[in-house]
């Protein structure tokens, strides 16, 4: 049995742990020894990313706020000067208490109503207008520039300028107005004239623009236009004889 006996080597009885072993170290680290002869963990430093620099920029400049100051100081300007206007207005309104004046056709003569040889209608009327001023403090000044007219449907018989003249208060001026005009297509016109001749009724329209200055007491305001739209309605259209009005309505307004 001596014989079967073999010598082996002795083996460590603690299983599971290797004869050697190395020891952990974190990542990248380094054991350093210290003065006093301890081993001492050394990280090493960490590399630094540097971002570039962004460049400042200036602060942007302040047009917008100028702007935004310079609108509403005008828009304020504005308000304030539309107020003032409203307030004197008030008061001259108050004051003076304007009224339009009024105007009313008297009577309408017609001088010539012809055909020319080219067949054109030739017109001439004598119109008497009234023209009142019913205001107390308020004068007219009549400019340069007015006209009166008479149509028929969408034709101009014949026009012709007011005079040029100054009315006082409560002041009414009689005027005899000479009427001329030239239309074309006259035959047919005069035919259409003699038909509604016949059953009395012949309506004509007066368009009046007349250009005014207002006086209030010393102060002579801007021009402004009157205009005037007179539907009248004749009997007839004889020449040389004092045509019979049987109604006449009238509208003005100013223009300024």
């Known amino acids: 049995m001596a014989d079967h006996q ?12 290797p004869a050697y072993s190395r020891p952990l170290m974190p990542h990248q680290a380094a054991l350093l020894r210290s003065d ?9 430093p960490l590399r630094q990313h540097t971002v570039p620099a962004i460049p400042s ?12 100051r310079c609108v509403c100081w005008t828009i304020s300007l504005l308000i304030l000067l539309l107020i003032i206007i409203a307030a004197i207005a008030g008061i001259l309104f108050l004051v003076f208490k304007p009224k339009l004046p009024d105007y009313s056709v008297n009577n309408l003569r017609i001088s010539e109503l012809r055909l020319n040889l080219d067949l054109s209608l030739y017109a001439r ?29 969408s034709t101009n018989l014949c026009h012709g300028p007011l005079p040029k003249f100054y009315q006082g208060h409560q002041n009414k001026t009689v005027m005899d107005v000479a009427l001329t005009g030239q239309s074309q297509y006259g035959r047919t016109l005069m035919t259409a004239l ?40 004749v009997d007839s259209l004889s020449t040389d004889n004092v045509i019979s009005i049987k109604s006449s309505t009238c509208k003005f307004r100013l223009k300024l």
């Open 6 to 17: 073999r010598i082996h080597p002795m083996v460590s009885i603690e299983m599971g742990k």
């Open 194 to 233: 003699q038909e509604e001749q016949q059953t009395g009724r012949i309506p004509l329209d007066l368009k009046i623009n007349v250009p005014v200055r207002i006086k209030l007491g010393a102060l002579k305001l801007p021009k402004v236009r009157v205009l005037g739209d007179c539907m009248v309605v």
């Open 36 to 44: 006093k002869g301890n081993l001492v963990q050394h990280q090493p």
């Open 125 to 153: 009327f004598n119109v008497k207008i009234t023209a009142e001023n019913p205001n107390e403090k308020i004068g007219i000044y009549y400019e340069k520039g007015s006209q009166i007219s008479v149509w028929y449907k």
């Open 57 to 68: 920029q200036p602060p942007p400049k302040r047009r917008n706020s100028c702007w935004c």
